[in-house]
């Protein structure tokens, strides 16, 4: 516990109003581009400056980053801005590159927050630091390598850590770059509570028009923080471009953004229960969505029945079901009674489905 409080102090020790705001570009392009960004973001509520000078891209060919030369350009940017400044690192060279320009914060990359041996090998670079670190989740949906990076860093004595929930790919298109599978974040946040926690919903939409939603979310689950990609000119950004804003666009959603901290009397009651809320609206999205996968399966099945010629109810098949989900539900906690009403109302809906499908 001593420890984990340990790790939120450093927020404190920046003097950051909270919610903290990173904001900047995907990459650093220009020397001009980094100094007339940071400028227009000067005065917003954006106190740490990102830009990426080495870039991972999924696929070779694109944009791979400005490299080191960059780290003065964003070390002007400080100087003139008075902003901190955030790069990401992805190995022990570029480690000591940043740490010699004085870089604020670091971050870790979610294609190499998947990988424990470069975790290691950034993690005794700073070994002993008090260098803030921050660690995206790992692009893959998998909790223990994204806590395996935190522990990693932490028994590297680097204890000022922070997490970025950028999301997580998937296979099957979905209206995200990156899904954003709240439910594992909020377990991150319950294993460690004092651990800050940072959206970036830019990597997670890959748009621009869900972003400020996005945020709103992370704010209402009490998250500590935003990273929002930020371009004079999204449009024309050499990555990354169609889920950057500008800045002018960041200054309005930090405006219209409502920080759910209720202040008086019984405010620890609100802003638990605001909480609680949030994370319940997060669980029945996910319900809606494999509800809705559930009903495509069930619409295959429909399409086969259809072209072997086999009845649409199939009794014994549905009992089968019935009895298994019972003993489930039994282990949740959940009365027979229910599961049996939910179902019926499942089966009845991929009823009408296949009907749907049959008859047409
Ligand atoms: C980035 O922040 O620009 C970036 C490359 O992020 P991620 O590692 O989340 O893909
Ligand atoms: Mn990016």
């Not at 480690?95 to 470069?118: C, M, N, Q, Y």
């Not at 995200?176 to 599978?181: A, C, D, I, S, V």
């Not at 996005?214 to 024309?236: C, F, K, R, V, W």
């Not at 098949?317 to 179902?343: A, D, Q, T, V």
Request: hydrophobic content about 40%; overall charge negative; aromatic content about 6%.
């Amino acid at each position: 516990m001593e420890n984990k409080k340990q790790l939120r102090n450093w927020l404190d020790a920046f003097n950051l109003e909270h919610p903290l705001v990173i904001a900047g570009p995907c990459s650093a392009e220009t020397e001009q581009q980094v100094l007339h960004i940071a400028h227009q973001l000067k005065d917003s509520d954006a106190t740490v400056f990102r830009a990426g000078i080495w870039k991972p891209r999924t696929r070779p060919g694109n944009f791979e980053g400005v490299g080191a030369l960059g780290l003065k350009w964003m070390q002007k940017a400080k100087e003139e801005t008075g902003m901190m400044i955030t790069t990401e690192v992805a190995n022990p060279n570029h480690v000591e590159l940043a740490l010699k320009h004085d870089v604020d914060i670091l971050w870790i990359g979610a294609r190499t927050t998947v990988s424990p041996f470069i975790v290691q090998e950034i993690a005794d670079a700073l070994r002993g630091t008090d260098k803030p670190v921050l660690i995206k989740n790992p692009v893959n949906p998998d909790l223990s390598l994204w806590l395996g990076a935190v522990e990693r860093f932490y028994t590297a004595d680097v204890k000022n850590l922070g997490v970025i929930h950028r999301g997580f790919s998937t296979y099957e298109k979905t209206r995200y770059r990156n899904n954003p599978e709240w439910q594992l974040a909020v377990d991150l946040q319950n294993r460690f509570p004092d651990l800050p926690l940072i959206l970036d919903p830019s990597h997670i939409a890959g748009r621009r028009d869900i972003i400020f939603d996005l945020s709103q979310t992370a704010l209402d689950l009490n998250y500590d923080g935003l990273m929002i990609e930020t371009h004079h000119d999204p449009d024309n950004a050499w990555s990354d471009a169609a889920q950057q804003i500008t800045p002018d666009t960041l200054i309005k959603y930090t405006e219209d953004l409502r920080i759910r901290k209720e202040v008086g009397e019984d405010a620890e009651f609100k802003n638990n229960i605001n909480t609680l809320r949030t994370k319940i609206d997060v669980i029945d999205h996910q319900l809606i969505e494999i509800l809705g996968k559930r009903m495509q399966v069930v619409e295959g099945i429909g399409a086969l029945k259809k072209k072997h010629n086999v009845a649409v109810l199939q009794n014994k098949r549905y009992n089968e079901i019935l009895g298994k989900m019972i003993l489930e539900g039994e282990e949740k906690n959940l009365s027979e009674e229910f599961i049996l009403r939910m179902f019926k109302a499942i089966h009845q809906e991929s009823i009408n489905h296949q009907e749907e499908i049959i008859n047409h």
